[in-house]
């Protein structure tokens, strides 16, 4: 049973760019959740993906945005790249049954942006 | 705000001897709580989780414990062994559908052979 998987595992980008991370969630879980991970701090819910649809929203700007495919996948796009952005972008997969659906992550995405 | 600690506080302790993490939440509201372990380079990782209506959950090894008056949970890792050296933290389910986590900025734990 394949956990949660990241794509790619590190990226390099410039400032101004725009980036694309990949999420596919562990096998029977629908829902997809993205957050963003700075240097020696806990995790920052960006948003989270039910049926296609953003449910849920933290307090990061439009530049973030998401997509979640029909076979519960996720797609993470930043546009404008700025320094700040610099990260591990971690994706975690659960169940839309409730509100203890454990989240599991997984391994990240780290972004630098130079 | 949306925080749960501030700090990211070391603890060292002995390999074998027990080890208590230590986490206050914000949100009084909040019915859920999760421990996540998180080794250099890796994603977090699940170790346990309590309901608000519980005190105390039991794993392999490791205790969760609830004070909603105070709004405090702490983690109880018994025989501590060198591989549980890591990054812990405690996240706290948030959301209009109550599973947005919120997490803190962790404890070191060091285990010393």
């Known amino acids: 049973d394949a956990g949660v998987t990241q794509s790619p595992t590190h990226l390099i980008k410039t400032r101004g760019q725009q980036v694309t991370l990949r999420c596919s969630p562990k096998?029977?879980?629908?829902?997809v959740s993205w957050y963003q991970q700075a240097l020696g701090q806990g995790p920052q819910f960006i948003f989270q993906?039910?049926?296609?649809?953003?449910?849920q929203r933290g307090n990061f700007p439009d530049r973030f945005s998401g997509h979640q495919f029909p076979n519960y996948s996720s797609e993470l796009n930043v546009n404008a790249l700025l320094l700040g952005d610099s990260a591990l972008y971690l994706c975690?997969?659960?169940?839309?049954?409730?509100?203890?659906?454990?989240?599991?992550f997984g391994p990240g995405t780290r972004l630098t942006v130079l | 705000g949306e925080s749960v600690g501030l700090h990211l506080p070391t603890l060292s302790v002995q390999e074998g001897d027990n080890s208590i993490i230590n986490c206050a939440y914000s949100?009084?509201?909040?019915?859920?709580f999760i421990w996540y372990k998180q080794e250099s380079g890796k994603g977090p990782q699940f170790i346990i989780d309590?309901?608000?209506?519980?005190d105390k959950r039991q794993g392999q090894r490791v205790t969760v414990l609830l004070n909603k008056t105070v709004k405090h949970l702490s983690l109880q890792i018994a025989a501590t062994q060198p591989g549980d050296s890591a990054v812990y933290f405690c996240?706290?389910?948030?959301?209009?559908?109550?599973?947005?986590?919120?997490f803190g900025a962790g404890t070191i734990l060091r285990v010393k052979s």
């Open positions: 975690a997969s659960s169940f839309w049954g409730g509100s203890t659906d454990t989240q599991y």
């Open positions: 309590i309901r608000s209506n519980m």
């Open positions: 993906y039910y049926e296609e649809e953003e449910r």
């Open positions: 096998s029977g879980h629908d829902t």
């Open positions: 949100n009084s509201a909040s019915d859920y």
């Open positions: 996240a706290e389910n948030w959301g209009e559908y109550g599973n947005k986590l919120v």
